[in-house]
Nanobody, 121 residues
Framework: QVQLVESGGGLVQAGGSLRLSCTAS?????MGWFRQAPGKEREFVAR????????YAADSVKGRFTISRANADNTVYLQMNSLKPEDTAVYYC?????????????????WGQGTQVTVSS
């Protein structure tokens, strides 16, 4: 079992920034983020390798969001810049053993509880 504890969500104006954090109880997994907007399916946002050397972000956030990892304390971060109202969603931390570039929901082994991000226009 892996526990994922998230923090960092909140309300921000368009163009602003937020940083999400997720601490895992074990380091053995690749980690990433998904998000789910009201009435929409959960979608992949970004993922990072165990070492932190390989990252991938969805086209919708590429160039604005950066995923990073601090292995000393098993924490993954999602730095979100230039936020848009369409980024409003519940963001979920994810842990997976999948080596795929872009994860599907079925590739995720463990989920965090989710943190709300709201971007006002």
């Amino acid at each position: 079992q892996v526990q994922l504890v998230e923090s960092g969500g909140g309300l921000v104006q368009a163009g602003g920034s937020l940083r999400l954090s997720c601490t895992a109880s074990k380091r053995t997994y690749l980690m990433g983020w998904f998000r789910q907007a009201p009435g929409k399916e959960r979608e992949f946002v970004a993922r990072i390798s165990r070492s932190g050397g390989i990252t991938y972000a969805a086209d919708s956030v590429k160039g604005r969001f950066t995923i990073s990892r601090a292995n000393a304390d098993n924490t993954v971060y999602l730095q979100m810049n230039s936020l848009k109202p369409e980024d409003t969603a519940v963001y979920y931390c994810a842990a997976s053993l999948s080596g795929k570039i872009e994860w599907l929901i079925s590739d995720v082994n463990y989920w965090g509880q989710g943190t709300q991000v709201t971007v006002s226009s």
